[in-house]
C-alpha cells in the first residue's frame, strides 16, 4: 500500500466566470485526519466532490491510491469512500435493504456485506433500526445511515462532507471516538466541518481555505502556532475561589488576557515548557492553591480568526 | 454477490417480485375475461373475438413498453437525482453499463412481465384461435411485428434513459413526443423519410397491409429489418452515451468518436430512408410520401442531419474549451488536438454535402436534376460557403457559451433561432405586410432575408435559383465576427487563471 493515499495536485475548479478551486495542492497519508475549515462558498465541498470524481476539474489531477481519478473512476470507487453533507438514500427501502444494495454495487459477498452491516449498525447505534424503512428515520440517524454506507466497503480514503451536522452531542462525541479510530487504522480521512473544537480533537492537519485559496495548511500545531504564536492558553482550577488570585500574579511577565472565574484562573503565557514550571513556580510563591494546571488544548478557532477571514459558520 | 444489484433495487422499489406476479395474474385474468365475454357476446363466432381481442392485446403491449416503460424509467433516474442516489451509484465501482442496464431493466420490470404475458396468450390465440386472419400471412406479420415493437422499445426507451441521464431527470422525452404528436407533429414524416423509418411508422406500415385485408405489401418487407437495425444501431450509441455520461457528467453528452458514428448512422438512415420510401405502395404514409416534392424532402433531410450535427459540433467546442483552458493551466493539451477539434465545421460540412448528393442518388430519376443544379461550381461554392460559415458560427457560439458558463443547449437554439430561423419569418411578416397592401407575390426562394439564413442559401440551391451572393456576405460577415469573438473568448480564458501559493504536502 503507498504510503500517500490521496494525492491533489493543482486542483482547479471554475464555474463559468467563478473560481471555486484555485490551484489546490496537498498530500494526505495513512492514518492522516484532515480537517476543512472555511467560511460558505470557500470551495470545501467542491475540493471534495471533486477528489471523489463526482465533479470534473477544470485542471490538475487528484489520484487515489495511485488511480487517476478522472481515468480509473471505477478502480477508485474501491479505495474511496464519500459522504456528502445531505444523506443520499431510497427512501424505501428498510436500512438493511440499503445497506444490503450499497454491498452488493461494491460487489462484496453477501457473507462479508452482512458481517459489516452488522458491525456499522452496532457501531452507529442503528441496531434497532434495521427492519425500519429509511423514511421512517431522524434526520441524525440518516447522517449515521450516509456514514455506515460510506464505510461499509471498507476504503482507504474517506471524505466526509459536514458529518457531525444533524447529530446530537452524545452522537458527536461518539463520532469523534470513531473518526479517531479510523484514523488510527491507517485510513487518509477529510472531514469538513464547521465545528473546530472537534477538528482539533482528532485531527491530524487542518486546512483553513477562503475563496477557493489555501489560507493555511499544515500539522494541527503547525497551523495554531503559525506567524509565530509560541503562546497558549493556560487554566488554572484553584482549591477554592481567591479573589485577588488575578492580582497576585499580574506581575509575573509575560502574562495575558487573565480571566478570573470563581475557582478558574485562565491566561495566556509562552507555550514552552520550562516557562509553564517557572510559571508554576510563580504561582506557589503568590501563595495560591493550585489544584490543577494545564495547557487547552491548541485553539483552533483563534487560528481561524487570525487568518483574518472573519466570518464564522 | 448480484449481478445487477441497480436492478435488484429497482424491482424492489417498484413493488417487487410479489406484486409483479400479482399484476401479470390480474392482467392475464382480465384479458381472458375479456375474450370470453366477446365470445359469449357473438354467439360462439371466433372472428371477432380474434380480432377485438388481438387488438387489445396490441394496444395494450404498445401502452406497456413504449409509453409506460419510457416513462418509469426517466421516473427512476429523476428519483435517483432528487435523493442524489446517482451519485452514490457513480461513487461505487459499478460499470457505467451496468447502471445503464439497471435503469433499462429495473424499472420495467412489472411491465416486461406483462408483455411477456400478453405475448404467450397472444401467440397462443395467433397460432391457435385466430381463425379470422389470413392464416400464413397474419401469423408471420403478428410475430414479425412484436420484434419491431421490441425493438422501437429499446430504441425509444435507451433514447429517453439518455435524455433523462443527462438533464437530471427533467427532461421528459416520452411527455414531449405525445404533445409533439397531439399538435400535428406526424407532419415531419412525409418530409423526412429517414425519420419515419427509425421511428417504426414505416414499419408499421408495411405490417398494418398484411392485416388490411387488401394485398400484403410483401416486397416492402426489408423495410421492417432496415429498421430493426437502425434502431438497434441508436439503441447501442445511445447505451454507450447513457454509460459514459454516468460515470462522467460534465463532459459533453457525446465524445468525438461517438458523436461521429451517430451522424454517420443518422446520414445512412436519412439515405435509407429517402430510398426505401419507393418501396411504400400501400398505406396512408406512402400516399403522404408522393404529396411532398423532392427537394423539399431533401432539404428537411439535410435539415434534420445539421440538427444532429450539432450534437458533433458542441462536443468539438466544449473538447477544444477544456483543452485550452487546460494548456493555461500547465495540464497536457496537445496543440494538434486543438487544432483538429477547429477543424470540425469543414468535416460537418463535407459530411453534410455528402448525405445530400447520397440522398440525390438514390431519389433517381426525380433527384437527378437536382444533382445535376447543385453539382454546378458557383451553386456548390454558394452551398459549401454556407454550410460551413454556419457550423463554424455555432462552433464559436457555443465555444463562447462554454467560456461564460451558459447553457449550451440554449445558447445553440439562440444561434439556430436568430442566425438561421428568423430570416425566415422576419420574410414571412414582409410577405404578410406587403400581400396585405398591394398583394406583392411571394417566393421562398426569392426572399428578403432568407438568403441571409445558410438554410435559404441551401433552399435557392436545391430548387435551382441565381446563388444570392449579397445573402452570402452577410453570412462571411457574421461568420467574421463570430471568428472574433472566438479569439476574444479565448485570450479570456486565461483572466480566470491566478496561481496561488504552492502548498507543500503533508509530511
Redesign the interface.
Known amino acids: 500500500m503507498p504510503e500517500t493515499l490521496l494525492s491533489i495536485r493543482n486542483l482547479t475548479v471554475q464555474y463559468g466566470r467563478f473560481l471555486a478551486v484555485d490551484a489546490l495542492s496537498f498530500d494526505l497519508a495513512a492514518g492522516s485526519l484532515l480537517g476543512m475549515i472555511g467560511p460558505n462558498g470557500a470551495g470545501k465541498t467542491t475540493t471534495l466532490r471533486a477528489a471523489a470524481g463526482l465533479l470534473a476539474p477544470s485542471g490538475g489531477t487528484v489520484h487515489v491510491m495511485g488511480y487517476d481519478v478522472g481515468r480509473h473512476a471505477t478502480a477508485v470507487g474501491n479505495h474511496l469512500g464519500f459522504a456528502p453533507d445531505s444523506p443520499a438514500v431510497y427512501e424505501s427501502l428498510t436500512v438493511q435493504e440499503f445497506l444490503r444494495f450499497i454491498g452488493d454495487a461494491y460487489g462484496m459477498p453477501r457473507r462479508l456485506v452482512a458481517e459489516r452491516i452488522d458491525m456499522w449498525l452496532e457501531q452507529l447505534w442503528l441496531t434497532d433500526k434495521r427492519g425500519a424503512r429509511v423514511s421512517s428515520l431522524s434526520r441524525g440517524m440518516r447522517q449515521r445511515l450516509t456514514v455506515a454506507r460510506t464505510l461499509i466497503p471498507d476504503p482507504h480514503v474517506i471524505l466526509l462532507d459536514e458529518p457531525a451536522a444533524g447529530l446530537d452531542p452524545a452522537g458527536r462525541m461518539y463520532f469523534r471516538k470513531l473518526l479517531a479510530g479510523l484514523r488510527d487504522q491507517g485510513k487518509a480521512i477529510i472531514v469538513s466541518s464547521h465545528i473546530l473544537a472537534d477538528l482539533a480533537e482528532y485531527c491530524t492537519h487542518i486546512l483553513i481555505m477562503e475563496r477557493g485559496r489555501v489560507r493555511r495548511f499544515g500539522t494541527v500545531a503547525q497551523v495554531t502556532d503559525d506567524a509565530g504564536h509560541e503562546r497558549c492558553l493556560y487554566r488554572v482550577q484553584l482549591a477554592e475561589p481567591i479573589g485577588d488570585a488575578a492580582a497576585r500574579i499580574a506581575h509575573l511577565s509575560g502574562l495575558t488576557r487573565l480571566a478570573l472565574s470563581g475557582d478558574r484562573l485562565d491566561f495566556e503565557y509562552l507555550s514552552d515548557r520550562r516557562a509553564a514550571a517557572q510559571l508554576l513556580r510563580g504561582m506557589l510563591d503568590a501563595g495560591l492553591p493550585v489544584a490543577a494546571f494545564h495547557a487547552l488544548a491548541p485553539n483552533l478557532e483563534e487560528a481561524y480568526l487570525r487568518t483574518g477571514i472573519g466570518q464564522v459558520d | 454477490?448480484?449481478v445487477n444489484?441497480?436492478f435488484?433495487?429497482q424491482v424492489?422499489?417498484s413493488g417487487g417480485w410479489r406484486v409483479c406476479y400479482l399484476f401479470v395474474v390480474l392482467y392475464l385474468a382480465l384479458i381472458v375475461g375479456f375474450a370470453t365475454l366477446t365470445y359469449r357476446l357473438n354467439s360462439g363466432d371466433p372472428a371477432p373475438v380474434s380480432s377485438a381481442w388481438l387488438g387489445i392485446v396490441s394496444a395494450s403491449q404498445g401502452f406497456f413498453l413504449l409509453l409506460a416503460g419510457p416513462a418509469s424509467i426517466r421516473k427512476a433516474v429523476l428519483r435517483d437525482f432528487q435523493?442524489?442516489?446517482i451519485?452514490?451509484?457513480?461513487?461505487?465501482?459499478?460499470?457505467g453499463y451496468k447502471v445503464v442496464l439497471g435503469y433499462l431493466t429495473g424499472p420495467v420490470v412489472i411491465l416486461v412481465a406483462l408483455y411477456a404475458a400478453s405475448l404467450l396468450a397472444g401467440g397462443y390465440f395467433v397460432t391457435r384461435v385466430a381463425l379470422g386472419l389470413t392464416a400464413g400471412q397474419a401469423i408471420g406479420a403478428w410475430w414479425g411485428g412484436q420484434v419491431c415493437l421490441l425493438t422501437l422499445a429499446l430504441f425509444f426507451s435507451t433514447l429517453v434513459l439518455l435524455g433523462a441521464v443527462a438533464s437530471a431527470g427533467k427532461a421528459n422525452l416520452v411527455g414531449v413526443i405525445i404533445v409533439i404528436s397531439a399538435f400535428g407533429g406526424w407532419a415531419i414524416l412525409p418530409l423526412v423519410p429517414g425519420v419515419a423509418l427509425l421511428g417504426g411508422v414505416m414499419s408499421g406500415n408495411v405490417l398494418w397491409s398484411f392485416f388490411g385485408g387488401g394485398a400484403p405489401n410483401v416486397g416492402a418487407a426489408n423495410v421492417a429489418a432496415y429498421a430493426i437495425l437502425a434502431q438497434l444501431v441508436y439503441s447501442t450509441i445511445f447505451i454507450i452515451a447513457t454509460a459514459q455520461r454516468v460515470?462522467?457528467?460534465?463532459?459533453p453528452l457525446f465524445s468525438m468518436p461517438l458523436a461521429f458514428v451517430l451522424l454517420v448512422v443518422t446520414g445512412v438512415v436519412l439515405i435509407a430512408g429517402i430510398a426505401l420510401r419507393a418501396a411504400l405502395t400501400t398505406g396512408p404514409l406512402a400516399r403522404s410520401f408522393a404529396d411532398v416534392g423532392e427537394w423539399i424532402q431533401i432539404f428537411s433531410g439535410l435539415l434534420t442531419f445539421m440538427v444532429i450535427a450539432s450534437v458533433m459540433l458542441t462536443t468539438a467546442a466544449q473538447d477544444r474549451f477544456q483543452l485550452d483552458?487546460?494548456a493555461?493551466?500547465?495540464?497536457a493539451a496537445p496543440a494538434a488536438a486543438r487544432r483538429l477539434r477547429s477543424a470540425t465545421p469543414l468535416l460537418l460540412t463535407a459530411m453534410t454535402l455528402g448525405v445530400a448528393f447520397g440522398m440525390l442518388r438514390v431519389m433517381r430519376p426525380d433527384g437527378a436534376q437536382i444533382a445535376v443544379e447543385l453539382a454546378k461550381p458557383l451553386t456548390l461554392l454558394s452551398v459549401v460557403a454556407a454550410l460551413a460559415m454556419s457550423f463554424w458560427v455555432d462552433f464559436n457560439w457555443v465555444y463562447i457559451g462554454r467560456a461564460?458558463?451558459?447553457n449550451l443547449s440554449r445558447a445553440l437554439l439562440f444561434s439556430w433561432g436568430i442566425l438561421k430561423l428568423a430570416p425566415f419569418v422576419a420574410d414571412g411578416l414582409l410577405t404578410w405586410l406587403s400581400s396585405g397592401l398591394n398583394s406583392m407575390a411571394y417566393s421562398m426562394g426569392r426572399g428578403y432575408f432568407a438568403p441571409m439564413s445558410p438554410f435559404g442559401t441551401l433552399i435557392i440551391a436545391l430548387i435551382g435559383e441565381r446563388t444570392p451572393w449579397v445573402g452570402l456576405i452577410i453570412q462571411a460577415a457574421i461568420a467574421a465576427f463570430f471568428t472574433w469573438a472566438g479569439r476574444r473568448a479565448r485570450r479570456g480564458l486565461g483572466n480566470?487563471?491566478?496561481?496561488?501559493?504552492?502548498?507543500?504536502?503533508?509530511?
Request: aromatic share 2%; proline share 11%; net charge positive.
Open positions: 454477490m448480484s444489484p441497480l435488484d433495487v424492489r422499489l435523493t442524489g442516489m451519485e452514490s451509484h457513480r461513487l461505487s465501482p459499478m460499470s460515470r462522467a457528467p460534465e463532459r483552458r487546460s493555461l493551466l500547465g495540464d461564460s458558463g451558459k480566470f487563471v491566478r496561481s496561488t501559493p504552492h502548498v507543500a504536502p503533508a509530511a
